[in-house]
């Protein structure tokens, strides 16, 4: 009953998400692309690939317990939403995920997948929306400065709230071990709410900071490659 129930969960929040997605790009993206089902579902593909395969490469973090690893897999998802659209970026995420499952599958009873999932949601479709609102370098800037600050603010209420004492319940650790680890790597760490202070605060904000600079350096050169593509079929259809 609780992997039912976590299941359903994960299962409520993905359809939240890509009404929310779905709901904004009909009525908020004004660059929406006419696009063919087989390039868009080639694009997304291929991104959520790369996403699903840069997932793999964690990296530990000094001031964070041993189960807090960052990793850059949000990276090709923020391109892919910026070229797509937020529906794009939500199912893509979910995507990666998945990828990530096959190949190596989880060490978190899929409580930090789940976690990958919706709070790597939180920062790319919050940047999308703002950038396809009125697509611009200032908007795609000021679009992940705003995700960043969401996935901040909604990843650290997200663990304390329901990631943590989850893990907790389907791992079978209690949450004073957890917080623990946490005392380890640094003595400042003493419960739930310190542990997210401490570790999940700071661990989000590097994570949305690395992952818009890179985006940012990349997404100018990628960006032509991506419509160039795109006038060319248009050009077919055209023709």
């Known amino acids: 009953m609780k992997n039912l129930g976590f299941i359903l969960m994960c299962a409520a929040v993905?359809?939240?998400?890509?009404?929310?997605?779905m709901l904004c790009e009909r009525?908020?993206?004004k660059d929406r692309?006419?696009?063919?089902?087989?390039?868009?579902?080639?694009?997304?593909?291929?991104?959520?690939?790369?996403?699903?395969?840069?997932?793999?490469?964690?990296?530990?973090?000094f001031f964070a317990p041993s189960f807090y690893k960052i990793?850059?897999?949000?990276?090709?998802v923020l391109i892919c939403t910026f070229y797509l659209g937020p529906v794009a970026g939500v199912v893509t995420e979910l995507i990666k995920v998945l990828i990530k499952l096959l190949l190596k599958g989880t060490s978190t009873a899929f409580v930090g997948d789940f976690a990958n999932f919706a709070v790597g949601c939180s920062f790319v479709l919050p940047a999308s929306i703002v950038y396809h609102a009125r697509p611009s370098k200032k908007s795609a800037l000021t679009g992940m400065i705003v995700g960043t600050l969401v996935m901040t603010i909604f990843g650290s209420a997200f663990n304390a709230i329901y990631l943590l004492p989850k893990f907790a319940e389907l791992f079978g650790m209690p949450l004073d071990v957890i917080v623990g680890m946490g005392t380890k790597v640094n003595a400042a760490i003493t419960s739930v709410p310190?542990?997210?202070l401490f570790a999940v605060v700071p661990f989000n904000l590097l994570k949305g900071v690395v992952v818009s600079l890179l985006t940012f350096l990349l997404y100018k050169r990628i960006?032509?490659?991506l419509h160039k593509g795109d006038a060319k079929k248009q050009a077919k259809k055209t023709a």
């Open 33 to 61: 692309k006419k696009l063919s089902d087989t390039h868009y579902i080639t694009y997304a593909a291929i991104f959520s690939a790369m996403a699903g395969v840069l997932m793999l490469v964690e990296i530990p973090l």
């Open 223 to 225: 960006s032509p490659l």
């Open 27 to 29: 009525l908020v993206c």
């Open 71 to 76: 990793d850059l897999s949000e990276l090709p």
């Open 14 to 21: 993905f359809a939240g998400l890509f009404l929310v997605a």
């Open 194 to 196: 310190t542990l997210v």
